[in-house]
């Protein structure tokens, strides 16, 4: 009986040893210090989705000292966090050997923030007014809200993620996040801003992507879906399940992270259909679509961010999405 009880526990230790070896060593990196923006990526490593499908996931975070889109074309991580599609047109133009395989928000969350019950009540009604943009956003989509809406480069003021300038100024406006700045003003000014999401006045780019290089998805693509695929999961369980576990690895990162912050953060992207709305709804978490893709493109064309022959097909694969994976757990 002793002899058999020593092999049986030999025997899962040799399986568990196994599981251990065979399971895919994957860093992803993300877009910033860690944060509920994030929380689908953390949730499938907390609850065991990764290691589920074979991969064991190490989240390299990002933020002001570091670049994790340096670090993917070179083979220093697997798969990066993209911030929108102009960063993957991008790569095409400059022959950068990165793809976009999946997007987990179906919007973009960006929005632009004024004061309350100064007449900055609509969207057009914010042109003309001092705004505090960040020099990234001024170069690749703040031409496009020129050309739509009549926005002007004098009004622009230089916005160094500090809303003290913002707050100060009643008839200023600012860009932000919708999951983010809102939430801070409120606690720093005691006042509730107005918000109006990008994103539901026509700039239809995709957001929080994931990128990996071209050599990966050509020699390895069950990884590349493996991946996907969990993350998809992931966010599902993120924001329809119990994510303590998630919430606690978030905080382990960035301890700066607050639960009240982090409250806010998910109940925004519930509230604007950041994850679930559109073709997430009926395709899956990370869902793409051609059509979409040609819209946004053919908006940065008009604006002159990028020429008409770009081929910007190079820039992501549907190869990996859209197959509804993680309906059946929200």
């Known amino acids: 009986m002793k002899l058999l009880i020593a092999f049986a526990a030999t025997t899962l230790s040799a399986l568990a040893a196994f599981q251990a070896q065979a399971a895919d060593k994957v860093r992803f990196g993300t877009n910033w210090l860690a944060q509920a923006e994030h929380g689908g990526f953390y949730q499938a ?117 500090n809303s003290g300038p913002f707050i100060a100024n009643k008839q200023s406006v600012q860009q932000g996040y919708a999951t983010a700045e809102p939430f801070s003003i409120e606690k720093q000014a005691g006042f509730k801003p107005n918000v109006f999401l990008l994103a ?48 606690a690895l978030i905080k382990r990162d960035n301890p700066d992270m607050t639960d009240e912050q982090i409250a806010f953060s998910i109940a925004k ?8 709305s559109g073709d997430s709804l009926t395709l899956g978490i990370g869902a793409m679509t051609d059509a979409r893709q040609k819209s946004f493109f053919d908006k940065m064309v008009k604006t002159g961010v990028f020429k008409a022959d770009l081929d910007y097909k190079r820039a992501y694969t549907l190869q990996f999405v859209n197959k509804r994976v993680g309906l059946d757990a929200k």
């Open 45 to 161: 490593v907390a609850d065991g989705t990764y290691a589920r499908y074979g991969l064991d996931v190490e989240i390299v975070q990002g933020g002001p000292q570091s670049n994790n889109r340096l670090l993917l074309p070179t083979g220093r991580i697997e798969f990066t966090m993209g911030g929108n599609m102009i960063q993957a047109f991008a790569a095409v133009e400059q022959n950068v050997p990165t793809i976009v395989v999946a997007s987990a928000f179906q919007k973009d969350p960006q929005v632009f923030i004024a004061h309350p019950g100064v007449g900055h009540d609509t969207f057009k009604s914010l042109v003309g007014a001092p705004i505090f943009l960040g020099k990234d956003f001024v170069a690749a989509s703040f031409p496009w809200f020129k050309t739509e809406f009549g926005f002007r480069e004098q009004d622009v003021r230089p916005y160094n993620f």
């Open 200 to 247: 539901d006045n026509g700039f239809d780019t995709y957001s929080t992507t994931i990128e990996t290089r071209l050599d990966l998805v050509q020699k390895n693509p069950g990884l590349v879906q493996r991946f996907v695929d969990a993350s998809a999961i992931g966010w599902k369980n993120y924001m329809n399940g119990d994510n303590a576990k998630a919430n």
């Open 269 to 276: 992207m519930k509230e604007y259909g950041i994850v679930d």
